[in-house]
T-cell receptor
Framework: GAVVSQHPSRVICKSGTSVKIECRSL??????MFWYRQFPKQSLMLMAT?????????EQGVEKDKFLINHASLTLSTLTVTSAHPEDSSFYIC??????????????FGPGTRLLVL | AQSVSQHNHHVILSEAASLELGCNYS??????LFWYVQYPGQHLQLLLK??????LVKGIKGFEAEFIKSKFSFNLRKPSVQWSDTAEYFC??????????????FGRGTQLTVWP
C-alpha cells in the first residue's frame, strides 16, 4: 500500500515551453501533497505544500506563477513549470500523505521526474 | 525553522561491518522522526519512523534507530551491512501538530557505500 506515481518519469523540452508533471496516489486518498526539488548530491528542497481543494502554500523563494500547482482531487496533484528555462532543469519529486482521524501519517514519495530544459 | 544535521556525508564500509549514521535536529517541541533510503535510480522509501512510545524503533531490512530526546538525536543503526544497503540515507523531522501534518525537514543525506 501507499504507492505514489509520477508521470512522466523524464521529460526534455525547449526553453520557453511549459511542462506538466502529474503526481498520483494510487491506493490511498492524499489530503496533502508536497512538491520537492532535488539537486545532484543534495537533499530535497520543499517547493510547496498543497491540500486538496485549496491553494498551494509555497516556500520562500519559490515563484508561484512559475510553478503552478493544482490539487484538484484526493488522488491527483499537478505541477506545471511555466516558460521553462535551463536553470529549471532538475529532479522533481512529489510526496503524498493522508490523515486518519487525529493521527499524523507518513509522506510517501513518488519516483520523481527528471526535467531537462534545452 | 527546524534544521536537520547529518554528520557523515559519505560512509564506506565492508560487508558485515556495523553501521551508525548520525542525525541531529534543532527544535524544542514534540517531533516526529523519519529515516528514508534512496537506492540508486529509485525513489525515496521509508525505512522507519518514530512518533511516540519506545524510543528504539525497528524498521525494514534490519535497520533500527534510537531517539534520544536529551541529545536531539535519531541515529540509524544496522549491526551488519550488506552490499545491497549501498544507497543514500536521509533523516527527516517534522513538528508534531496532532491532526495537522507539518512539513518535513530533511538532512542533506549520507551516501553509504558497502564493498563486498
Amino acid at each position: 500500500g501507499a504507492v505514489v506515481s509520477q508521470h512522466p518519469s523524464r521529460v526534455i523540452c525547449k526553453s520557453g515551453t511549459s511542462v506538466k508533471i502529474e503526481c498520483r496516489s494510487l491506493d490511498f486518498q492524499a489530503t496533502t501533497m508536497f512538491w520537492y526539488r532535488q539537486f545532484p548530491k543534495q537533499s530535497l528542497m520543499l517547493m510547496a505544500t498543497s491540500n486538496e481543494g485549496s491553494k498551494a502554500t509555497y516556500e520562500q523563494g519559490v515563484e508561484k506563477d512559475k510553478f503552478l500547482i493544482n490539487h484538484a482531487s484526493l488522488t491527483l496533484s499537478t505541477l506545471t513549470v511555466t516558460s521553462a528555462h535551463p536553470e529549471d532543469s532538475s529532479f522533481y519529486i512529489c510526496s503524498a500523505s493522508t490523515t486518519a482521524g487525529n493521527i499524523q501519517e507518513t509522506q510517501y514519495f513518488g519516483p520523481g521526474t527528471r526535467l531537462l530544459v534545452l | 525553522a527546524q534544521s536537520v544535521s547529518q554528520h557523515n556525508h559519505h560512509v564506506i564500509l565492508s560487508e558485515a561491518a556495523s553501521l551508525e549514521l548520525g542525525c541531529n535536529y534543532s527544535y524544542g517541541g514534540t517531533v516526529n522522526l523519519f529515516w528514508y533510503v534512496q537506492y540508486p535510480g529509485q525513489h525515496l522509501q521509508l525505512l522507519l519512523k518514530y512518533f511516540s512510545g519506545d524510543p528504539l524503533v525497528k524498521g525494514i531490512k534490519g535497520f533500527e534507530a534510537e531517539f534520544i530526546k536529551s541529545k536531539f538525536s535519531f541515529n540509524l543503526r544496522k549491526p551488519s551491512v550488506q552490499w545491497s544497503d549501498t544507497a543514500e540515507y536521509f533523516c527527516a523531522v517534522n513538528e508534531d501538530r496532532g491532526s495537522t501534518l507539518g512539513r518535513l525537514y530533511f538532512g542533506r543525506g549520507t551516501q553509504l557505500t558497502v564493498w563486498p
